[in-house]
């Protein structure tokens, strides 16, 4: 049996508005308690009928999507945009990291990045700046 997973209010004021935005497109006769994620009906997807939908979409586009595929997709671009993977770990419904590490991928480019912007040693050592000395052509 799969969890339930919540989402949490977004803290930042514009990307709670831009999900706010995406809810509006919903039914208008559906209240606060209809899911996100429904079926045509407004009750929860279940792991079949939300394969189905995403199936369904697929065909449409061209494309092959899975489940697992988004939630990977959403587990990099959490970690690239600066989020913590220890709260990742906790929105994406695991009890241990090792879990979390199965859906992240970090290409050599994603761990060079991290490492430039946020080593200890940024902040020990100074950048040397380069000088330059003007000279006076009229000397």
Known sequence: MSKVRKISQAKDVSSWEK???LMS??????????????????T???AVTWGDRLELYSKRL???IHPYALRHCFAL????????????????????MSM????????SQDLQDTH????????LVAVKK???????KGL
């Open 19 to 21: 999900a706010k935005q």
């Open 25 to 42: 497109a919903r039914h208008p006769s559906w209240g606060e308690d209809i899911p996100v994620f429904c079926s045509y009906a407004g």
């Open 44 to 46: 929860p997807l279940n």
């Open 62 to 64: 061209g494309v092959k």
């Open 77 to 96: 671009m959490f970690l690239r945009n600066g989020g913590n993977a220890f709260a990742l770990q906790k929105m994406l419904g695991h009890e241990d």
């Open 100 to 107: 979390t590490r199965r859906y992240v991928n970090l290409t």
């Open 116 to 123: 430039r912007s946020a080593s200890p040693i940024n902040s």
């Open 130 to 136: 380069e000088k330059v000395r003007l000279i006076d």
